[in-house]
């Protein structure tokens, strides 16, 4: 089993900046990568970026040049940090976190935070 709690979500004024933190533990060596996705009320779940456990990345249009996606990794934990710079109301969301590879890591998903931005 695997188990993802975000955190780090808050509220902040356009041009501001948040970090968020996925954790993931348990059985940690089935995620092959982690993805944060968001979703704005009435709006499909965008995927925003991701890093694999080599640090591969890859970002979405709408953030690029400003978030940055980083991975810790130790003995029990992985953790995918995203820092999100120059937000915008736009960016205000759910942001939620999803780990890739086979079971148990694929399919899970975090509880989500929420990202307010203020104009």
């Known amino acids: 089993q695997v188990q993802l709690v975000e955190s780090g979500g808050g509220l902040v004024q356009a041009g501001g900046s948040l970090k968020l933190s996925c954790e993931a533990s348990g059985s940690i060596s089935s995620i092959l990568a982690l993805v944060w996705y968001r979703q704005a009320p009435g709006k499909h779940r965008d995927l925003v970026a991701s890093i694999t456990r080599g640090d591969n990345t890859y970002y979405a249009d709408s953030v690029k040049g400003r978030f940055t996606i980083s991975m810790d990794n130790a003995k029990n934990t992985i953790v995918a940090h995203l820092q999100m710079n120059v937000l915008k109301p736009e960016d205000t969301a759910v942001y939620y976190c999803?780990?890739?590879?086979?079971?148990?890591?694929?399919?899970?998903w975090g509880q989500g935070t929420q990202v307010t931005v203020s104009p």
């Open positions: 999803t780990a890739r590879g086979p079971p148990p890591a694929y399919g899970t």
